[in-house]
């Protein structure tokens, strides 16, 4: 069984910068492409970031040049560096499969405001 937990997001101002962190037990990652997710309050959950099992990454339009995704095959875990964070970036972030095909985890609620 899968589990996926994410941590490290937080409240921060506009401009500011958090590290996620989603620490992956049941699976190997290095053998998936992964995503970062988020929702937003009454929004559908979006794909916002993904790596394919092979290193290449792709972006939403809305995060290209702001977030950088990473992982550590050797730690098992999934990061998101997001910086130059905006206010409509609010939302609760979640990795998962580059599919969405794991059981989601609790995610991790970020929170950009002055």
């Known amino acids: 069984q899968v589990q996926l937990v994410e941590s490290g997001g937080g409240s921060v101002q506009p401009g500011g910068s958090l590290r996620l962190s989603c620490a992956v037990s049941?699976?190997?990652?290095?053998?998936?492409?992964m995503g970062w997710y988020r929702q937003a309050p009454g929004k559908q959950r979006e794909l916002v970031a993904r790596v394919t099992s092979f290193g290449t990454t792709n972006y939403a339009d809305s995060v290209k040049g702001r977030f950088t995704l990473s992982r550590d095959n050797t730690k098992n875990t999934v990061y998101l560096q997001m910086n130059s964070l905006k206010p409509e970036d609010t939302a609760v972030y979640y990795c998962n499969r580059y599919d969405g095909g794991w059981e989601w985890g609790q995610g991790t609620q970020v929170t950009v405001s002055s």
């Open positions: 049941g699976r190997i990652i290095r053998s998936y492409g």
